[in-house]
């Protein structure tokens, strides 16, 4: 039956919600797969890998995220992008991903330090900070909600004088 127009949709709304592990290496390839990949082990259960990788790599963040949250990509300069879950490259267990950098606009010589999972709503971002830490000893504490619309090619989230660099991030809620 063809019916007339039910109202305005977005391309979210025909991507299903589920539920995936975000996982991120040492050499800057991430990937997604879903949660329903991995099970509980038994009693001396041998568990099973969550990524291939060469000998030098090691999987430096691991995260449960759905396909509808966003994802904060902080970089060594300061810079902050973002990303949903479902435009990370769906691999299986055995893939080591893809390069961060295909899918980010990062600048020569810039990498990604940290990745962040925002799993709220837009109403909710001001109930949540950001914590920045440089090289050099810089702490900046901003509101989540500042960070709400970040264009493609990123925005500055730290300023940072020459030879100082962000070595991490934190989210933390808003106290009283």
């Excluded at 619309?149 to 106290?175: C, F, K, Q, T």
Aim: glycine share 8%; net charge neutral; hydrophobic share 40%.
């Amino acid at each position: 039956q063809i019916v007339g127009s039910l109202g305005e949709f977005s391309m979210i709304d025909l991507i299903p919600d589920e539920e995936m592990v975000v996982t991120v290496s040492h050499a800057g390839y991430i990937k997604r797969q879903p949660s329903i990949e991995y099970r509980t082990q038994r009693r001396g259960g041998r568990g099973k890998s969550a990524t291939g990788m060469r000998e030098e790599d090691f999987i430096a963040q691991l995260f449960v995220a759905s396909t509808h949250d966003t994802i904060l990509c902080f970089t060594d300069q300061g810079r902050v992008f973002k990303l949903k879950v479902y435009e990370l490259p769906s691999a299986g267990r055995a893939a080591r991903g893809r390069p961060i950098i295909n899918l980010l606009a990062l600048v020569e010589g810039e990498k990604v330090r940290q990745i962040l999972p925002a799993p709220f709503t837009k109403d909710e971002w001001s109930e949540w900070e950001l914590l920045f830490a440089t090289s050099r000893g810089l702490i900046k504490k901003t509101l989540l909600s500042t960070y709400a619309n970040i264009r493609i090619s990123g925005i500055r989230a730290v300023d940072l004088v020459e030879g100082d660099d962000l070595i991490g991030v934190a989210l933390l809620p808003v106290l009283p």
